[in-house]
């Protein structure tokens, strides 16, 4: 990829300041009419907007929970959205395998095209007035550039494999023969590596400023590391590649040769992402100032009160003789409020858990989200979301039991064959359509942990704190005339019989004079600290280490209110290694890791092949309570080929190229 295609289209555009960051106020410096290159490093305020402009790339190509239609939080298992939906971006295409190297989503050229503007502000800012800036300050700028450099070389890696290294620029005569193609992989993965490296060893560990949240760190670039080198040492990249024999034809990396992928098992793979993985752990939490959100109380100063949970809000108790009960109960139920927060408040509100967080966010993402039939208004029309962010069967049932169990060998949960029975308790509730409707949960939906309660929206159960003007909203998914299955809501529906409530503020509000609140102003997650210890638990689990491995598992599972893990939990019916993925699936669920995990696992046909992914039968208008709770298989058409572990190249990029191959079966 040249840099020199980017030069021509350069224009007032990659001037304007990243919303990746928490202002945006340089907005108003960059000059009205078409600026050259000598002007945007003609002052203090310009040069900076020029280094925030190579920021913007991020919200493209590392879509938060906003980009419900991009195909790295909808084609996998953890939710799924309406089968009408397809014509809507092109999530679809990921999950079906029908993506070509001409319908695609384009990280590549994005990734490239902001690479070459980093390129370009390193160039130019060597020729400003240096007197300009403060001391020190200038070198900042050039380690947040080498970062961003080699974070959109990981962000292409990750998606299409062995990659072209760009880190110079490429002059416009340069003959085609000359173009870069694919470096081997491991190749690639060294150079980023240490390309962080150096950004690191400049950049602050920690930014006070609150104009300056979301710029790069030294933690942030650790971190970044850290997940570069577990994925090179996970399967994919470990001797499992399926496509062994995938080589380049005329372009040679230096001393790989032809050969683009490692076919043999490299256990010093799992040491250097150890290594990494540690020392990004210790870092974010010694300058980095990073600790485990872990506030049981922040919901008090919000003035909400504490969630239901079936059965056990339904439990009466003597507080004379079942104190330590109440205590419980109380500690469960707080516990589910904090990790609601945990993914929807900020550093001045006590969240030091976020690393990186990605500011660039708008509430409009929130209504795919949001069930139909919120609210009825004064004026009798309805407060309506999308109804369409529907997790799986297969989410709601891999969250633990309250004992931090899976349900299939928790000997205290039911048996499969009562999973979908109705439960004997039962709530009197009058609807907006004036109907009084006993409310009652599945069996599956009691007896669960903490974070299914706070993340996910089942039949019967409550929705948020304030959602349904100032109470929490109760979910009828069985009821075509409140958040059921209605032909009159065309297409938005929930395809599975669930709805996510997370990432939606405990104080989101709407009212009946139709106004609303969308609660704490807060970034979405780019990454957090529970993620560094879920990869180094993974590389001890990968050495054998059950010590550490549980050293670094535990204090994700204290928080999120389960027992902690000992040795006897260690079986042949869940090995280590396949408890750190389970406790990552849940506590990382739908943060766009899953995406990657499972290919970089090679899993693929396990979790996203065909028949794999189901939803209750919430696809029926009125159904029965057996009609409804009988497991079924999605509409969609999901498949899964090996060659999905791998994006192609857009095909001009080979046409163009000389050096370029194409992934394998494209």
């Given at each position: 990829?040249?840099?020199?295609?980017?030069?021509?289209?350069?224009?007032?555009?990659?001037?304007?300041?990243?919303?990746?960051?928490?202002?945006?106020?340089?907005?108003?410096?960059?000059?009205?009419?078409?600026?050259?290159?000598?002007?945007?490093?003609?002052?203090?305020?310009?040069?900076?907007?020029?280094?925030?402009?190579?920021?913007?790339?991020?919200?493209?190509?590392?879509?938060?929970?906003?980009?419900?239609?991009?195909?790295?939080?909808?084609?996998?298992?953890?939710?799924?959205?309406?089968?009408?939906?397809?014509?809507?971006?092109?999530?679809?295409?990921?999950?079906?395998?029908?993506?070509?190297?001409?319908?695609?989503?384009?990280?590549?050229?994005?990734?490239?095209?902001?690479?070459?503007?980093?390129?370009?502000?390193?160039?130019?800012?060597?020729?400003?007035?240096?007197?300009?800036?403060?001391?020190?300050?200038?070198?900042?700028?050039?380690?947040?550039?080498?970062?961003?450099?080699?974070?959109?070389?990981?962000?292409?890696?990750?998606?299409?494999?062995?990659?072209?290294?760009?880190?110079?620029?490429?002059?416009?005569?340069?003959?085609?023969?000359?173009?870069?193609?694919?470096?081997?992989?491991?190749?690639?993965?060294?150079?980023?590596?240490?390309?962080?490296?150096?950004?690191?060893?400049?950049?602050?560990?920690?930014?006070?400023?609150?104009?300056?949240?979301?710029?790069?760190?030294?933690?942030?670039?650790?971190?970044?590391?850290?997940?570069?080198?577990?994925?090179?040492?996970?399967?994919?990249?470990?001797?499992?590649?399926?496509?062994?024999?995938?080589?380049?034809?005329?372009?040679?990396?230096?001393?790989?040769?032809?050969?683009?992928?490692?076919?043999?098992?490299?256990?010093?793979?799992?040491?250097?992402?150890?290594?990494?993985?540690?020392?990004?752990?210790?870092?974010?939490?010694?300058?980095?100032?990073?600790?485990?959100?872990?506030?049981?109380?922040?919901?008090?100063?919000?003035?909400?009160?504490?969630?239901?949970?079936?059965?056990?809000?339904?439990?009466?108790?003597?507080?004379?003789?079942?104190?330590?009960?109440?205590?419980?109960?109380?500690?469960?139920?707080?516990?589910?409020?904090?990790?609601?927060?945990?993914?929807?408040?900020?550093?001045?509100?006590?969240?030091?858990?976020?690393?990186?967080?990605?500011?660039?966010?708008?509430?409009?993402?929130?209504?795919?989200?949001?069930?139909?039939?919120?609210?009825?208004?004064?004026?009798?029309?309805?407060?309506?979301?999308?109804?369409?962010?529907s997790p799986t069967l297969n989410s709601v049932q891999n969250f633990y039991t309250e004992n931090g169990l899976p349900i299939t060998m928790d000997e205290e949960f039911y048996d499969e064959s009562e999973w979908f029975q109705p439960s004997a308790y039962t709530r009197a509730h009058t609807n907006d359509a004036g109907e009084s409707v006993t409310l009652r949960v599945a069996n599956l939906h009691l007896n669960r942990e903490p974070r299914f309660y706070a993340w996910i929206g089942f039949d019967g159960g409550d929705y948020t704190s304030r959602l349904h003007d100032g109470e929490p909203l109760k979910l009828e998914m069985r009821n075509p005339e409140a958040h059921g299955f209605s032909e009159g809501f065309n297409r938005d529906n929930s395809a599975t019989g669930y709805l996510s409530q997370k990432f939606l503020s405990p104080k989101i509000e709407f009212n009946k004079s139709g106004t609303g609140d969308w609660g704490n102003s807060y970034p979405a997650i780019q990454i957090r600290l529970a993620e560094l210890y879920l990869n180094l638990a993974e590389c001890y689990a990968a050495k054998g280490d059950v010590e550490n491995t549980l050293k670094y598992l535990?204090?994700?599972?204290?928080?999120?209110?389960?027992?902690?893990?000992?040795?006897?939990?260690?079986?042949?019916?869940?090995?280590?290694?396949?408890?750190?993925?389970?406790?990552?699936?849940?506590?990382?669920?739908?943060?766009?890791?899953?995406?990657?995990?499972?290919?970089?696992?090679?899993?693929?046909?396990?979790?996203?092949?065909?028949?794999?992914?189901?939803?209750?039968?919430?696809?029926?208008?009125?159904?029965?309570?057996?009609?409804?709770?009988?497991?079924?298989?999605?509409?969609?058409?999901?498949?899964?080929?090996?060659?999905?572990?791998?994006?192609?190249?857009?095909?001009?990029?080979?046409?163009?190229?000389?050096?370029?191959?194409?992934?394998?079966?494209?």
């Open positions: 990829m040249k840099l020199v295609k980017y030069m021509r289209n350069w224009s007032l555009s990659v001037l304007t300041a990243s919303c990746m960051l928490s202002s945006c106020d340089y907005l108003d410096v960059v000059p009205p009419e078409q600026p050259n290159l000598p002007d945007a490093t003609s002052t203090y305020e310009r040069t900076l907007g020029f280094l925030y402009s190579c920021y913007n790339g991020i919200k493209s190509v590392d879509p938060n929970f906003n980009g419900y239609l991009h195909e790295f939080n909808s084609s996998t298992d953890e939710y799924t959205l309406p089968y009408r939906w397809s014509s809507d971006g092109i999530w679809d295409d990921y999950a079906w395998n029908t993506v070509t190297a001409n319908n695609q989503n384009w990280i590549w050229g994005t990734t490239y095209q902001f690479i070459g503007q980093c390129l370009l502000f390193l160039q130019e800012v060597e020729k400003m007035d240096q007197t300009l800036i403060p001391a020190g300050e200038l070198d900042v700028w050039k380690a947040e550039a080498k970062f961003l450099i080699a974070y959109y070389h990981f962000i292409t890696l990750r998606s299409y494999g062995p990659i072209p290294i760009t880190d110079s620029y490429i002059a416009m005569d340069t003959p085609a023969s000359d173009y870069n193609g694919r470096y081997h992989f491991d190749y690639c993965v060294d150079w980023i590596a240490n390309q962080l490296d150096e950004a690191a060893a400049v950049l602050p560990a920690y930014r006070e400023k609150t104009d300056e949240w979301g710029r790069a760190t030294s933690v942030i670039a650790k971190s970044i590391k850290a997940r570069l080198m577990l994925y090179a040492a996970s399967p994919l990249w470990n001797g499992e590649f399926p496509y062994p024999s995938w080589k380049n034809t005329n372009f040679e990396t230096p001393g790989y040769g032809l050969d683009l992928v490692s076919s043999t098992y490299d256990s010093g793979k799992w040491d250097k992402a150890l290594t990494a993985c540690k020392e990004a752990l210790e870092l974010a939490e010694g300058a980095g100032q990073r600790e485990l959100y872990d506030d049981n109380t922040y919901y008090t100063t919000q003035q909400l009160s504490l969630p239901y949970v079936p059965e056990l809000s339904d439990m009466q108790y003597d507080a004379s003789i079942d104190a330590e009960a109440i205590a419980d109960r109380t500690a469960f139920l707080e516990t589910i409020m904090k990790l609601r927060y945990l993914v929807t408040t900020r550093e001045n509100e006590g969240n030091h858990e976020i690393i990186w967080g990605n500011w660039n966010k708008d509430n409009s993402g929130l209504y795919a989200t949001l069930p139909h039939r919120i609210l009825k208004l004064n004026n009798g029309t309805w407060w309506n979301g999308y109804s369409g962010v535990n204090p994700i599972r204290k928080r999120a209110g389960i027992p902690e893990l000992t040795n006897a939990n260690i079986t042949e019916d869940m090995s280590l290694t396949e408890w750190v993925r389970r406790e990552r699936s849940i506590e990382l669920w739908g943060e766009g890791h899953r995406f990657f995990d499972v290919r970089r696992w090679v899993e693929g046909p396990k979790y996203f092949g065909a028949g794999v992914r189901k939803g209750l039968n919430a696809g029926v208008k009125s159904p029965t309570w057996e009609q409804f709770y009988t497991p079924t298989e999605l509409p969609h058409p999901f498949v899964w080929t090996n060659r999905m572990y791998l994006n192609p190249v857009f095909y001009n990029e080979v046409y163009k190229n000389p050096q370029m191959v194409q992934a394998p079966e494209y």
